[in-house]
């Protein structure tokens, strides 16, 4: 597996690189705010398939999460994983892409997150819901602020807060 602390460093030594990735993610991230949902569930699940054999070979595709005792996880919704996402996405979020692949044990249902949606906040954070199917079609909601994709070296190296530490979340899930 690629280190973590190489990739910084080949971003950090060449601020033109990471410039060009960074500009590269943000047209990603417009782009992906525009997919249907059969658009991202296609690709999103060919992500799961994907990156369960490269995972840790290349670089960390795939995140391990705990179950609801994880200090991200907000609460279960009655409601399928489409309809959340769509109420989040009602809320101001948009389907994510950009990032790993989260898992947790399959203790209540699908293993593999089926669904990320991420607000980008105007001060270079963003805020990323990610939704696991259980068994009895509700869906497991978690939730983390970090620095926003559209800062590569930021995003992989400044620390991440677990929870729904601005609410946005709570509030959508309300609405």
Known sequence: MLPLQSA??????NPELALLLGL????????????SWYEYRTLHGLRRWVFQPIDDTVISTINEKGGR???EYLRTVDASVHKVARQLRDAGG???LISSVKRRPDTHGDPLSRAHVVWTLHDGQQVEAYLFGND??????????ETSVGDPVGHLTDPQEDGDTRGIV??????
Do not use: F, K, M, P
Request: cysteine-free; aromatic content about 4%; glycine content about 4%.
């Open 8 to 13: 910084v460093d080949v971003l950090s030594q």
């Open 24 to 35: 590269i993610l943000r047209g990603v991230r417009a782009w992906q705010t525009e997919l």
């Open 69 to 71: 005792d994880d200090a």
């Open 94 to 96: 948009s389907l994510h």
């Open 136 to 145: 009895n079609g509700t869906t497991d909601v978690y939730v983390h602020e």
């Open 170 to 175: 709570t509030r959508a899930l309300a609405e």
